[in-house]
């Protein structure tokens, strides 16, 4: 039997069913919806590892400082994405050495994370505590771009590179060549860059400042020595073998010392025997300085 197309057309109508054009309206919003879903579901997936990176840089930073607290020196970089220095590969420069610190090896993007430390805090608490005070200088340097232009000294940087190369110019980590904030975080010359994300840069970068490291690791206290013998005696620093000062009979004298170190008051050297004193030395310097009466 036959069927006109208008009767067939109205078997589709109400209330059996919907027209044509309330059919290609229903996928004309199927196919808007999808699309806005793909669109959500890709900036939410994107904001998730952006999220996850920035948490990871932070465990980094806190697995520094953590070793530095007890070493009393920050960890070198490794040469490679092995995450050891244990090989003998260590510098100041290259990956983070993320199983040396117990740390899980990459980020959301599954890359190691580039870190330079500043070659003065790898030696031993001394030495680190004394480049500290003194004020860091040279690499790394960072500018902030949330702050000055000015590019300054930093104790370490880490850097993750983020989803893509964003300058495009075949190494995933970027640089700002241009504008009132400029950095390089390929190389780090002349400096790493934070800055906000877009189109041609997605780093993150976390550093540690040289007052952040000296306040975790750096307390120095008052030595007080009164030299009461009748002769000359030598303050020693027996911890870094050195010698603090030599004061002649009837001299004081006050230092500033690093908590930890150990002290001796000599006769003759830092070499010689030890000079009579109230308390005796040698002694070891903690809780709020102490003083030292040099006796005959």
Known sequence: MNRSPSRFLRCLGKPYGFTLIEIAIVMVVIGILAGGGAFVMGMLTDRKARTESIDY???????????ASTQGTL??????????????DG???????????KLKPTDFYKRVLKYELNPNLDSNLQSTCSALKAGLSGGPEVVDGDG????????????????????ADGDVFDDVPSGSHQGDNTDGAPNYIRFPPGDTFDDLVVYIGEHELYSELCEYLTLAVNNNSGSTVYVCNDTQGSQVDTLNDGQVGSYQILSGTQITVRATSCAGALANSTPPTPIMLAGKGRTIDAIP
């Open 57 to 67: 840089l932070y465990q980094a930073k806190e697995a520094l400082l953590s070793y």
């Open 75 to 88: 960890p070198e970089a490794s040469a490679d994405t092995d995450g050891t220095t244990t090989d003998g």
């Open 91 to 101: 510098q100041a420069d290259g990956y983070f050495p993320y199983l040396d610190l």
């Open 148 to 167: 000055s232009s000015s590019a300054f000294s930093v104790a370490a940087v880490i850097v993750s590179a983020g989803p893509r190369d964003g300058d």
